[in-house]
């Protein structure tokens, strides 16, 4: 697999080769006549490919890493004098173009061929045994190198595909839950409004009077419709998160739902860091202001208790209030409130989100208990 594909590496490779050719050609010019042939038609196809500015890939990519290989053990051969830093030069080019285009093994195997090459043949230079032998160790220490990134970069660019995914399931299940709310809540709101405005206009026709009493019902249910709708608003928010302590902005999120709904609200719970990561905090405080605000919605109670502690066993979060409950009675988990399609469906997928435990007691005709134990990191 290509290491280096980038940067213009084939036409700055296919551009050096024919120079490469040519410069052997002219500084070897006691080599036999079947060499010289061999290397005008190495330079030749050099320069055609050069012209041509083709990516050498697969198996041909390799059948011209082999012919470079071969031209380097030629000129390796009857190269010397003048002509060693001609050898030399190639060497390195041949590693750069194992590194750019193939794989460690390839490079290897170009290092190990040179080196045992120049091991083998005795021609005491020095120089150019240094040079293959150090070239080579950092060419395949270099390939080690970027295969190594390449496999964590592949692996963080997963990671970031996966929380992509993740984080547009979540933006999905938001708007569901978003447009559950408002058909639930303000939609219908307006659509009984509707319907009272129409029953309020024939009423007029008939009897004036009753019409005005029944005006000032319409007035009643405009002013809570606007403090449903006030709620609403107010639950899309973006949730002012205190980083450094979770109860603290509880605390505060429990004021402004009593100062918006008018419910009284009780909070218990020490100002401690609890130590959960940001987005964890965020999710927390997003499922008590929507337990507070199904309170508000549906619970028709006035009052609610808050508490939060950070206790060995997690962070545990009650919101108990004095409504008219469920249609059912009992405590059930969350894994009960699953089997049987039970409960508030966002809250039930929050404390999933969280890996939390929930716990929810309903006492028809006097309220509901909410209990969340959140794992801490």
């Known amino acids: 697999m290509p290491l280096l594909p980038r940067f213009g590496w084939p ?16 500084l070897l010019p006691d080599a036999p006549w079947y060499l010289k042939v061999f290397l005008g038609l190495y330079a030749l196809g050099a320069l055609a490919w050069a012209v041509r500015g083709a990516t050498p890939s697969g198996m041909g990519g390799l059948l011209i890493l082999f012919v470079d290989a071969v031209v380097f053990l030629v000129l390796a051969n009857y190269g010397n004098g003048g002509a060693l830093w001609l050898v030399s030069a190639f060497f390195l080019y041949l590693l750069t173009e194992a590194l750019a285009f193939h794989g460690p093994l390839e490079v290897a195997v170009v290092a190990l061929v040179g080196a045992v090459f120049c091991g083998l043949v005795e021609r005491g230079d020095l120089p150019l045994e240094r040079t293959v032998l150090v070239s080579g160790a950092l060419a395949c220490g270099f390939a080690v190198s970027r295969r190594r990134q390449k496999a964590e970069a592949d692996a963080l660019r997963q990671q970031l595909d996966e929380a992509q995914k993740r984080a547009e399931k979540a933006r999905e299940a938001e708007r569901q839950r978003i447009a559950s709310d408002f058909h639930d809540g303000p939609l219908q709101s307006f659509i009984s409004l509707q319907m009272r405005l129409e029953i309020l206009r024939k009423l007029l026709d008939r009897d004036f009077n009753a019409g005005m009493e029944d005006l000032k019902q319409l007035q009643g249910l405009a002013l809570a419709q606007v403090r449903d709708l006030r709620a609403f608003l107010h639950s899309m928010r973006p949730v002012d998160v205190d980083g450094a302590n979770l109860v603290a902005t509880a605390r505060r999120t429990a004021e402004s739902f009593q100062k918006e709904s008018g419910i009284p609200v009780t909070f218990l719970g020490a100002n401690t860091p609890v130590g959960l990561p940001p987005e964890m905090t965020l999710e927390v405080l997003q499922m008590l202001r929507e337990a507070l605000h199904n309170v508000q919605k549906h619970a028709a109670a006035t009052r609610v208790a808050v508490a939060m502690e950070k206790t060995e066993r997690g962070l545990e979060i009650s919101v108990d209030d004095n409504g008219h409950g469920f249609s059912f009675a009992g405590a059930y988990t969350l894994e009960e409130l699953e089997l049987l399609r039970l409960g508030p469906a966002s809250l039930k997928r929050r ?24 794992p801490l990191p």
């Not at 036409?11 to 002219?26: E, F, G, K, T």
């Not at 404390?351 to 959140?374: C, Q, T, Y």
């Open 351 to 374: 404390a999933r989100s969280l890996n939390a435990d929930l716990l929810l007691e309903s006492r028809p005709g006097r309220g509901v208990g909410l209990k969340f134990r959140i």
């Open 11 to 26: 036409r700055w490779v296919s551009a050096i080769r024919p120079v490469l050719a040519a410069a052997a050609l002219v």
